[in-house]
């Protein structure tokens, strides 16, 4: 009698369209596996797209600096992360070394995890069947986000492929005080370029009226207090 040959074919946890890389979240189930939620990776013009024909909705999970800066017009917003205020000795010791780098240098705040994030978006979208579109300003922030909004049970989830920064000019109507693609900017690397400018500008006229003024110049050098 000839033997029996079982095999098991389960489905690939990873599928893929010509433009949109779809992310399946799946569990086993007796034997099988039950698609949980699928979380779709766009760019742009996709997002565009999924906003003005299949009716998404766009959840900006940013921080309230970079929000207000620049966000999609009529956007929802509900941070991932919220500036942390705690006083605990911890804290602030790591909150003062923070403000004093990367608050200094590129505007960013101090912020922790924002244990109310996923009872907010339920509380705005209690349906799952909810569509949202996530946005943040790199991409990495959105697919956390997209990560607990599957697991809490929405099933349409999309985010765009290096979040905001990525966005094209013109693509989406904004509001706010910069463009989308530069509201995460701010700190002392905003002005670094224009600084550089004027130092420029002041070394080549300093070079020019030693030059051409070359006395002039000396009787400077010789007024200046000695070292």
């Known amino acids: 009698m000839a033997g029996l040959a079982l095999a098991w074919h389960y489905p690939s946890p990873f599928s893929y369209t010509s433009k949109v890389q779809k992310c399946w979240s799946s569990r086993r189930s007796n034997s099988q596996f039950t698609i949980k939620a699928e979380v779709n990776f766009v760019n742009s013009e996709e997002a565009k797209t999924l906003v003005a024909v299949e009716g998404y909705t766009i959840l900006d999970i940013r921080d ?27 804290t602030t010791i790591k909150r003062t070394v923070h403000n004093n780098f990367a608050g200094v240098l590129y505007g960013l705040p101090f912020t922790k ?30 697919t956390a986000a997209a990560k607990k909004l599957e697991e809490a049970g929405y099933r349409t989830i999309a985010c765009i492929t290096s979040g905001l920064q990525s966005v094209t000019p013109g693509t989406f109507d904004s509001v706010g005080s910069t463009e989308l693609q530069n509201a995460g900017k701010a700190g002392l690397v905003t002005i670094q370029g224009k600084i550089s400018a004027v130092l420029g500008t ?8 030693i030059t051409f003024f070359p006395d002039q110049a000396e009787k400077l050098f010789q007024l200046a207090p000695a070292g």
């Open 64 to 90: 309230s600096a970079q929000f207000s800066r620049a966000h999609i017009k009529n956007s929802y917003h509900v941070p991932l992360f919220i500036e942390n205020k705690d006083n605990d000795l911890g």
């Open 113 to 142: 995890l924002n244990e109310d994030f996923v009872g907010t978006v339920k509380s705005q979208f209690p349906s799952d069947d909810s569509k949202l579109l996530i946005v943040c300003q790199e991409g990495l922030r959105s």
């Open 202 to 209: 002041v070394l080549i006229c300093a070079y020019l009226f």
